[in-house]
């Protein structure tokens, strides 16, 4: 899960008479719009370009692209952000995905997978080591010059070191964000001294 957020700096607005508290509620109004508005049409683009895209192998060794975190990526709700006095500073739009689009952002450590139901993990293995296809002989099928079909009651996963795609997705598109973002202050700021 990514969050955008925004956050603003309003004291300085603190000069004005009366008319603070229904300016700050109007500046956080656009900016939260805005702020959906982007994620929804600059950001989430972004990511799915950038996250990594699964690969599948059918019990006979067809490589099958699953996209499957892809598809999974949208926008979640809309929080704001609070101040220490109870305000609001600006507001945060989550950005949610498929659980397992964690375990490519963050390192893992190794560790044991068991199957979910039935008796064992069956999968596709490429590129099985000459050493594991003679120790698990007895658990292969489809055996064929690029992997096998291995049934196992568990594996050892080694863990991964993870990479923060979700980060290039956000520097690709910052230059965008921080302009939209602009217009929205700049237009209020023109509104407010004209109103």
């Known amino acids: 899960m990514t969050d955008l957020k925004i956050e603003l700096d309003l004291r300085g607005l603190r000069s004005f008479d009366g008319r ?11 900016q939260a719009s805005v702020a959906e508005s ?3 049409r600059v950001l989430v683009p972004a990511l799915k370009r950038h996250c990594p895209v699964g690969v599948a192998y059918t019990p006979e060794g067809q490589a099958v692209e699953s996209g499957e975190l892809g598809k999974s990526i949208r926008l979640g709700g809309r929080r704001t952000i609070p101040t220490r006095a109870g305000g609001v500073w600006g507001t945060s739009q989550e950005i949610v995905m498929a659980q397992h689009g964690r375990w490519t952002l963050y390192p893992t450590k190794p560790h044991i997978i068991f199957p979910r139901s039935g008796r064992c993990l069956r999968f596709w293995w490429q590129g099985i080591p000459g050493s594991a296809r003679a120790r698990l002989a007895r658990t292969l099928r489809n055996i064929g010059p690029e992997g096998a079909t291995v049934h196992l009651a568990y594996v050892r996963h080694p863990g991964t070191m993870g990479k923060r795609w979700d980060l290039e997705a956000f520097a690709e598109v910052e ?21």
């Open 20 to 30: 603070f508290a229904k300016a700050t509620e109007e500046l956080m109004r656009r």
């Open 175 to 195: 230059q965008e964000l921080r302009q939209e973002l602009l217009k929205t202050c700049a237009k209020f700021a023109l509104d407010l001294r004209g109103g």
């Open 38 to 40: 982007a994620a929804r």
